[in-house]
């Protein structure tokens, strides 16, 4: 019986890549492009989500130039960045934000005002699990789920106008949309 010298082993081994090492850089390599794509992904559907906002102010000010040109350079600036102030005219507010969900006209006091509520709407999903017997009065036993959608409705911006201006505004979230 012939036992091999313990470092002639060794020298026969590492002459070859092991199977486990070959594909271990193997997969190494696999991982780090796939960060490298998913960081790439990532950065462009940020880039493209923030975009969105923008590119719908951008279309409304090309829709309504005459309107956009007529406003002061600083109005001009807030409603490029989606934002309004106080004392800016309606049609501003509309570029800025866009149409209003809603809109409602009353008087007050002081005279007649304008409001325009701007909601988000979020869906939720629902469910639940049930079961027992006599369901609704059957002779019926059962477990079962239930699945479903419901949408959650939030205010998120209102403002108020008088003669066609902003005399009052408030907003939880920018509703540049």
């Known amino acids: 019986m012939h036992v091999p010298n313990p470092s002639q082993f060794d020298k026969a081994q590492t002459k070859q890549p092991r199977h486990w090492e070959l594909n271990h850089s193997l997969i190494f390599d696999i991982g780090r492009d ?3 794509h998913l960081i790439a992904a990532a950065a462009l559907t940020s880039l493209f989500l923030s975009s969105c906002a923008t590119n719908q102010i951008q279309k409304r000010i090309s829709n309504n130039l005459d309107i956009y040109s007529e406003l002061s350079t600083e109005d001009q600036n807030l409603v490029q ?7 800016m005219p309606k049609k501003a507010v509309f570029i800025a934000w866009g149409n209003p969900s809603r809109s409602a006209k009353g008087q007050n006091q002081s005279g007649p005002f304008e409001k325009w509520y701007y909601y988000q709407h979020s869906p939720r999903t629902t469910g639940g699990i049930y079961g027992g017997y ?6 019926h036993y059962g477990i079962g789920v239930n699945r479903g959608t419901s949408y959650d409705t939030e205010l998120i911006a209102q ?11 408030e907003n939880s979230r920018n509703p540049r949309r």
């Open 34 to 36: 796939m960060k490298i």
């Open 81 to 87: 960045s989606g934002q309004i102030k106080k004392g």
């Open 134 to 139: 006599g369901y609704y009065g059957y002779d």
């Open 159 to 169: 403002v108020e106008f008088r003669n066609e201006r902003v005399i009052s505004w």
